[in-house]
């Protein structure tokens, strides 16, 4: 019943990398990750089509790249070059094709705290 679970947060120094994972029961088409840090609201970090259209906020263009992989039915966000101001929780938000029912059907993970500091 667990349609989307992520992993790979955690602390990091500036100027490090991480590679949030999002696992799907199933297809994945259209796709986003949020973040929201305290006090503020929760923003799109990056988002795709399922036509291939990327979106990126301009904070992290150059920096960010989504991807996925549709033989594991997960979905990534590569995070290169973080900055203090990247920490926040961050969630992954996906249509997940539902064989059952022959749709899609849009879902959130649970998130994952990145940290970046010294």
């Known amino acids: 019943q667990v349609h989307l679970v992520e992993s790979g947060g955690g602390l990091v120094q500036p100027g490090g990398s991480l590679r949030l994972s999002c696992g799907a029961s199933g297809s994945i088409g259209a796709m986003a990750w949020y973040r929201q840090a305290p006090g503020k609201q929760r923003e799109v970090v990056a988002s795709?089509?399922?036509?291939?259209?990327?979106f990126y906020t301009y904070s992290v263009k150059g920096r960010f790249t989504v991807s996925k992989d549709n033989t594991k039915n997960t979905m990534y966000l590569q995070m290169n070059s973080l900055k203090p101001e990247d920490t926040a929780i961050y969630y992954c938000?996906?249509?997940?094709?539902?064989?059952?029912?022959?749709?899609?059907?849009?879902?959130w993970g649970q998130g994952t705290q990145v940290t970046v500091s010294s």
């Open positions: 795709a089509t399922s036509g291939g259209g990327i």
């Open positions: 938000n996906a249509n997940v094709w539902s064989s059952a029912i022959g749709v899609y059907r849009g879902y």
